[in-house]
C-alpha cells in the first residue's frame, strides 16, 4: 500500500516564534524533520505542508516539496488534510501526519501507526511509549489510555489512569502510556475526522485526536520502545534539541 507523509508547518506559533524555521544545528527545525522522515523511509512520497512563502522557500531550497495550504486551518490534521485531498495526493492508500517539531521521531512510531492502518486493523493509527510515573502530572505531556486491543480508550493532559489505592502502583505504572504526536489516517477516515465538529472534550483538553474517539471513530495505538522523542516548543526545548543533536553527532548517546 502507498503511503503519502504529510508534515504541517504553521509559522504562527505563539510560544516558539516563526518555530518551522529556527535552526536545528543550522538548519531550519521543519527541514530537518523532513531530512528525518525520509531518511527513515516510511512514505513513499513526503511533502510539507505550509500555510506561509517563507517556510515553503526554505523547504524548497533544500529540495523538499511543499504544499501551500490556506492559513485558517485550526489543527494540523486539517492540513494534512487539505494536501491529501489534492489531486497530486488522492492516490495514496494511507496519509501520515508527523508533526513539524519532532526531529527526532522514532521510526517504530511512525512504522506503528502506518501498519496499523495499512493491515486494515484500525482507520487511525498513533503511537505512544512507555511514560515514567515522573511525566503523570505533566500536563504538556499526553497520556493515552488503550485498550486490550490496542484501540485508545482516551487522551488526557491529566494523570491516567488515576491511582486510587497506592497499593496498586505497580499495576498502574505498567499502563501509563505517553502519546507521541504522530498519526496514519485512510483518506476516508481523515475526510470524516476534519467533517466533524469540534467537540467538547478537544476544546477542554486541547487535544484534537479526542473529536474522533469522541464520535466513535477507532484508533489504535502501536506501543514502541524507549524514551519519548521530545518536541520543540519554546526556547529551552530548542536549546536541548540542540545539545542533543550535537551529542549525537558525537557519538556520545
Not at 115 to 120: E, I, N, Q, R, T
Amino acid at each position: 500500500m502507498s503511503t503519502l507523509a504529510v508534515i504541517p508547518a504553521r509559522l504562527g506559533a505563539t510560544r516558539l516564534p516563526r518555530k518551522p524555521l529556527r535552526l536545528l544545528a543550522g538548519v531550519p527545525l521543519v527541514v530537518r524533520v523532513w531530512e528525518r522522515v525520509s531518511a527513515l523511509g516510511v512514505a513513499d512520497r513526503c511533502v510539507i505542508a505550509t500555510d506561509h512563502a517563507d517556510v515553503a522557500a526554505a523547504a524548497r531550497a533544500a529540495g523538499a516539496e511543499v504544499a501551500l495550504t490556506a492559513e485558517h486551518h485550526p489543527s494540523g490534521t486539517d492540513r494534512v488534510a487539505e494536501v491529501a485531498s489534492g489531486p497530486a495526493y488522492r492516490r495514496f492508500d494511507v496519509v501520515l501526519n508527523v508533526q513539524g517539531d519532532e526531529p527526532f521521531v522514532p521510526g517504530a512510531a511512525l512504522t506503528g501507526a502506518v501498519d496499523l492502518v495499512a493491515s486494515g486493523r484500525f482507520p487511525l493509527g498513533t503511537a505512544a511509549t512507555r511514560a515514567s510515573e515522573a511525566m503523570l502530572d505533566e500536563p504538556n505531556i499526553v497520556k493515552v489510555v488503550c485498550a486490550d486491543d490496542g484501540r485508545a480508550l482516551y487522551f488526557s493532559r491529566a494523570p491516567i489512569p488515576f491511582l486510587r489505592d497506592a497499593a496498586d502502583r505497580e499495576a498502574r505504572q505498567a499502563l501509563v502510556r505517553h502519546h507521541l504526536g504522530v498519526y496514519a489516517y485512510t483518506p476516508e477516515a481523515l475526510a470524516q475526522w476534519v467533517a466533524l465538529r469540534p467537540h467538547p472534550l478537544e476544546r477542554v483538553e486541547r487535544l484534537e485526536q479526542l473529536r474522533p474517539l469522541a464520535a466513535g471513530m477507532a484508533m489504535g495505538v502501536a506501543l514502541t520502545d524507549g524514551p519519548p522523542p521530545g518536541g520543540i516548543d519554546t526556547e529551552d526545548d530548542l536549546k536541548r534539541a540542540n545539545d542533543r543533536w550535537t551529542d549525537l553527532k558525537a557519538g556520545r548517546i
